[in-house]
């Protein structure tokens, strides 16, 4: 692949309105930048299970990405931080074999645990150190975005992004792996929406 590229590796918090495919839609729409992104996700799948799967391993070893996002869900609770930092630790080895990072992608937790978006947040912050990797604070976005309007709703049905939801996570992956302002980009970018 040609231009900046990203492999990205989760579930269905990725896919539910094509947060990928709405990022590279906003790179397309901005003069000068490129994304290409390959998604593989599944529903109801951890890190783990892609490296049990072999896909995302197959995926990225094709080499030709920048960055390799790395994402599940929001792995506020031990036991899936651990999960989540060990996954993070066993990609990482074929992520920088084709010359790529690793982006961690901050999920948030579901609206019935709303009071773990602090602990969702810290554990993909720590995922990120353990690797040198980059933080998509996408979470952490959110948080922003109710505490300046607490009436936009992000949760398409209590776990998964909304339109509006999906299009702040693009924007924030795309202003953290192109390092660009988001401001000026259009407001509708019509993905194709897959569930």
């Given at each position: ?16 309105n094509d947060i ?39 995926e990225i070893a ?85 505490k300046r309007d ?46």
């Amino acid at each position: 692949m040609r231009g900046d590229a990203s492999c990205s590796s989760g579930n269905s918090y990725l896919y539910f309105n094509d947060i990928p495919g709405i990022a590279q839609a906003l790179a397309d729409s901005a003069k000068g930048d490129k994304l290409a992104v390959e998604t593989i996700a599944a529903p109801d799948v951890a890190l783990v299970d892609h490296l049990a799967d072999g896909a995302a391993r197959n995926e990225i070893a094709k080499g030709g990405w920048e960055w390799v996002v790395l994402q599940q869900g929001p792995s506020s609770v031990e036991v899936n931080r651990d999960t989540l930092r060990l996954a993070t630790k066993l990609f990482s080895p074929g992520i920088a074999a084709v010359k790529a990072r690793p982006a961690l992608f901050s999920a948030w937790p579901s609206a019935a645990r709303i009071q773990d978006f602090d602990r969702a947040i810290e554990s993909y912050r720590l995922a990120a150190a353990d690797v040198d990797g980059l933080l998509l604070p996408v979470a952490a976005a959110w948080l922003a975005a109710w505490k300046r309007d607490s009436s936009i709703s992000l949760y398409a049905d209590g776990l998964h992004p909304s339109a509006s939801g999906a299009y702040l996570s693009a924007l924030v992956v795309y202003s953290t792996l192109l390092g660009k302002s988001p401001i000026g980009l259009p407001r509708d970018t019509s993905p194709p929406l897959r569930r």
